[in-house]
């Protein structure tokens, strides 16, 4: 383990595939403890040059990765320039600090024991038991017993807030609806011509910034049960429910989590809270409420880690956490809903 398992092969996976439409199933939402709580997903980017792109292209697109203080610290990364982001550029000089949060080596169930203790002999590019050690963008390098980044450096080594070594995979589930006029007709921007798609938008307890509602999966989990159960927590405030109030919610729910919708991204994302050795993952999931009957019948209630929640119109104006408008312009793309005033800059649907 002292030497990279994986030599210098570097992660060339195209992220296409994961922008197209797939079918998915989903399973019923259920409570979390609070200690996860605080792994929203969030602050990321899309990567589809970014894997396999020039040193350049990473650094574009690996920025918050790199900012300071480090997120509930004071902590501050050693600086990472540009051009010295990927592994591949020799930096013999380069001197990450070390840094686990306190929260996070106090062991509590969803995170990792130190690589150094001795009877941790965590299964990396793997399944590993219940936990998901694998990348959505392939096989990552391991360096001294632990994982690398594989988009480069961050200026800090260790695991920062993140749970696991290496790949800290999340769900974002992104519901939308057509926005109607009191007779129920699909209102249409007056510019663009193209129907106002709306999603139901999170307002973060931790920042107060409007995001897409989401969060971790748990170990064992399957990511279409973590999509629904992040959605009802967040936007629905199912934690507080009694049980019969949860059946109701499911019930409701489970024709919009069980039919075809879009996987809008899956991969690594840019989040503040990554590491040298720990970063953030995700699966971006539109469900689409094409007529609104179903979330019509649903009374969006903030919970969890949301202090508000609302329907939100979708328009290049939005102002949204860190890189979530990112997977919002994919999902009016892909809906062939109106996204910018600038038809130069909207592409087509689906």
């Given amino acids: 383990m002292a030497r990279s398992i994986l030599g210098k092969t570097l992660v060339t996976v195209s992220l296409s595939l994961a922008l197209s439409s797939v079918t998915v199933k989903s399973l019923g939402c259920r409570s979390i403890p609070e200690c996860r709580n605080s792994f929203l ?5 899309l990567y589809s040059n970014i894997m396999s792109g020039s040193n350049g292209a990473k650094a574009k697109s690996h920025k918050n990765a790199r900012t ?37 080596l106090a062991g509590p169930k969803w995170a990792d024991p130190q690589i150094s203790e001795s009877n941790f002999s965590p299964k990396f590019n793997e399944k590993d038991g219940h ?26 080594a260790g695991r920062g807030l993140l749970g696991r070594w290496g790949p800290n995979h999340a769900a974002d589930p992104i519901v939308t609806r057509w926005k109607r006029d009191r007779s129920g007709n699909k209102i249409t ?22 995001a897409i509602p989401g969060g971790m999966v748990d170990p064992g989990e399957k990511i279409s049960a973590t999509l629904k159960r992040e959605f009802c927590e967040e936007a629905l405030n199912s934690l507080q429910k009694s049980r019969a ?16 919708h879009l996987v809008i991204y899956k991969g690594y994302v840019d989040d ?31 919970g969890d880690d949301a202090g508000k929640v609302k329907w939100a ?11 979530h408008s990112q997977f919002i312009k994919l999902v009016a793309e892909k809906r062939d809903a109106h996204w910018s005033e600038d038809s130069e800059t909207h592409c087509g649907g689906v």
């Fill in 313 to 323: 119109d979708i328009s290049d104006k939005l102002k949204l956490y860190a890189g």
């Fill in 272 to 302: 503040p809270r990554n590491t040298d050795n720990a970063w953030m993952e995700t699966e971006a999931v539109n469900y689409h409420d094409e007529t609104g009957e179903i979330m019509d019948n649903l009374t969006l209630e903030a």
């Fill in 245 to 260: 109030e949860k059946r109701k919610l499911e019930e409701k729910l489970h024709k919009l989590f069980s039919q075809e």
């Fill in 189 to 210: 921007h007056p510019i663009s011509g193209k129907n106002i798609l709306q999603f139901v938008a999170i307002k973060r307890k931790d920042c107060g910034e409007w």
């Fill in 68 to 104: 300071s203080p480090y997120p509930g610290s004071k902590v501050h990364r050693s600086q990472v320039p540009n051009e010295k982001v990927g592994w591949f550029v020799e930096w013999q000089d380069y001197n990450p600090v070390e840094y686990t949060a306190v929260s996070v």
């Fill in 131 to 156: 936990v998901e050690r694998k990348s959505q963008n392939g096989l990552y390098e391991i360096e001294n017993g632990r994982p690398r980044n594989p988009v480069g450096r961050t200026g800090l």
């Fill in 41 to 45: 997903s969030c602050g990321f980017h």
